[in-house]
């Protein structure tokens, strides 16, 4: 157990719908980092936040957006769902005191199917 | 942006053999390079790391060896066992401009019993 967790496990939704993904991050890391998995594309980087700022941006669609919250968890939205929008979403976390190369620690991830 | 570019994409080992997966970065700027294990339907752990100012480490049967001139790092697993078979990524960051990594496309590797 890495001590990052993430809910749903699983998500089913239709095209076109919202979903919101949540992830809370281990005890005392400030840093959180979501990453898309899928099956063309491999491991994505999308987004990372800072105590609560946006720090990096990489791959992430308009259609997704993500925020963290004063207690540190973090929520990714996505919204207008498409069938390529299903993967794995994992959160990662790391306390990113300034450190080289902290360890990204992930979460469980959740499964999102599109239909 | 970096580029993480990964070789084989699979790999079958007869257990008791050692294993070999190579991963070329493109940014020199780059200062930390890990490697995640990921098995079946699970989230990818950490097994090792190097950063940029370290040619090679060690822990136990796994070892990463990092040519910055070359821009290139390495995994050996060696004394492979049934319970080494999973998908390897490897990843680079740049630890002081977010962190974010970047990952090559994994190996999947078979370890025969």
């Known amino acids: 157990d890495s001590g990052v967790t993430q809910t749903p496990k699983h998500l089913i939704t239709a095209t076109g719908q919202r979903v919101t993904l949540r992830c809370s991050p281990r005890?005392?890391?400030?840093?959180v980092y979501w990453y898309q998995q899928s099956l063309d594309q491999g491991l994505q980087f999308l987004i990372q936040?800072?105590?609560?700022?946006?720090?990096a941006k990489g791959n992430i669609l308009e259609r997704f957006s993500a925020q963290q919250f004063p207690d540190l968890h973090s929520e990714l939205n996505l919204s207008s769902l498409e069938l390529g929008d299903s993967a794995l979403y994992f959160c990662?976390?790391?306390?990113?005191?300034?450190?080289?190369?902290?360890?990204?620690?992930f979460g469980p991830g959740t499964r999102l199917l599109v239909l | 942006g970096e580029n993480v570019e990964q070789h084989p994409s699979t790999l079958s080992v007869q257990e008791g053999d050692s294993a070999v997966i190579k991963c070329t970065y493109s940014?020199?700027?780059?200062?930390?390079f890990p490697w995640y294990k990921q098995e079946l339907g699970k989230r990818p752990q950490l097994i090792i790391d190097?950063?940029?100012?370290?040619g090679e480490k060690k822990d136990q049967r796994i070892a990463v060896t990092l040519n910055k001139t070359a821009k290139h790092f390495s995994l050996h697993i060696t004394e492979t066992q049934p319970e080494d078979s999973a998908v390897y990524f490897c990843?680079?960051?740049?630890?002081?401009?977010?962190?974010?990594?970047?990952f090559g496309g994994g190996t999947r590797l078979m370890v025969k019993p």
């Open positions: 190097i950063r940029s100012n370290v």
């Open positions: 936040y800072y105590n609560g700022e946006e720090r």
């Open positions: 990662a976390s790391s306390a990113d005191s300034g450190r080289a190369g902290e360890t990204q620690y």
């Open positions: 990843a680079a960051s740049i630890w002081n401009a977010g962190n974010m990594l970047t």
């Open positions: 005890s005392g890391d400030l840093s």
């Open positions: 940014d020199s700027a780059s200062n930390y």
